[in-house]
């Protein structure tokens, strides 16, 4: 089973945030992620070892759910559920399922990293079924898909676990096996962009690019977050998206809105926090550059005021979000960030990404300086290895990132990155924004 040691750090920070009640640094959002989880985690290693479906799989068709307890409601031979584990040693790895039929008997199709297997599954006790043997011949996730062919009960069964064994399980597992983090396991890894600004910064700058077949349902690319909130796009569902600025509230006193656009919805949010939150219903297209651009600055009264524009190329011009007052906060725009994140956790199997790019800031008194380092930090779903499809990196011009889809190769935290500068400041008035 996987090992679990306490650790003093991990559970100072996450106990001071785990209530989430305010979430106002980029280290901050890193530890609130998982909540009930105090613990720094080992990979795994064993002679076999239990994947939970409840964790670690995902439901593809009608017919068939997927709850903390595994697989349930399996009556369509059109479900395919879908469980990924990561390996980190080649060689053999055996895999068994773990469940109970509700009577007589069930035929499934199993599929490990392409290999098909037909099986019969008996038993209305839970029961374990050897599926076969493949070979992994490169370190990464594995893919199991598991389909009904036939049966003569009610539905199929109620699948609770894969059982992995062999050389392969030895050490170097990864997978979520936390229950009581499995909403956020399931959900994926969130992973950010950290630059260095002057502490004087008021406003930030950066455009933002979602490659085509990148945006899915849930994803928030998150260009410009600062020490108190973010501002971004979102894939919301089949028919909308947001361009969405929220600022939480400080640890004393509520964020109030001073003005907005027009079209804008404005409202207070909680969950994962406390503030003001703003969006524009707009539909955004994956391909298109789109700029954003954020100005932070004490009101002289003990508050400071944060402002969002946005420009999108089929408009042709800048248009507020709006402008929140935060009060018992005298600070400009400090601890400037990026991140990408999926928010539903029924879409954490699917992989999105996000280019980053042209980063500008201006301080209260000085000119426009390009931004062309970033540190890549990630949450605490990837630091307990709960999830490991996490990558940052560089293309082009364009830092990136990308997370979900159980990809292979991932980006060590801390890492830092240096793109190419592009030599050309924003081309805004400042002086004439709306």
Known sequence: MKKTTSFVVSILLLLAFSSCKKTETLQEIEAAKIKSSIAT????????????????????????????????????????????????????????????????????????????????????????????????????????????????????????????????????????????????????????????????????????????GQDKIGSYFMADGFDGGYFGMQVNSATERRVLFSVWDPSTGSTTLVRKGTDITSNGFGGEGTGGQSYLLFNWVAGTTYKFLLQGKPDGTGGSDYTAWFYAPENGAWKIIAQWKRPNTTAYLTGMYSFIENFNPDQGYLQRSCNYGNQWYKTSTGSWTEVTGARFTYDATASAEQRMDYQGGVTGNNFYLKNGGFFATYTTYGTTFTRTATGTAPSVNLTTLP
């Open 41 to 212: 985690t080992e990979s795994l290693g064993g002679s076999s070892l239990n994947v939970g479906l409840g964790g670690n799989g995902y439901t593809a068709g009608t017919g068939g759910l997927i709850n903390d307890s595994g697989l349930h409601n399996w009556t369509s031979t059109n479900t395919i559920t879908s469980v990924w584990f990561r390996l980190g040693l080649t060689g053999s790895l055996t895999v068994a399922v773990k469940g109970t039929v509700p009577s007589g008997s069930s035929n499934i199709k199993v599929t490990i990293n392409g290999t098909v297997f037909n099986k019969t599954i008996t038993g209305t006790s839970a029961t374990i079924t050897t599926i076969g043997t493949v070979n992994i011949a490169a370190a990464g996730y594995v893919r199991v898909d598991i389909q009904g062919v036939s049966k003569t009960g009610s539905y199929f069964g109620d699948i609770s676990d894969l059982v992995i064994s062999g050389p392969t399980v030895a050490s170097g597992v990864q997978y979520a096996n936390t229950v009581a983090d499995y909403y956020w396991s399931r959900r994926g890894p969130s992973c950010h962009l950290g630059y260095t600004v002057p502490s004087s910064t008021e406003w930030f700058y950066s455009e933002l690019t979602v490659p085509s």
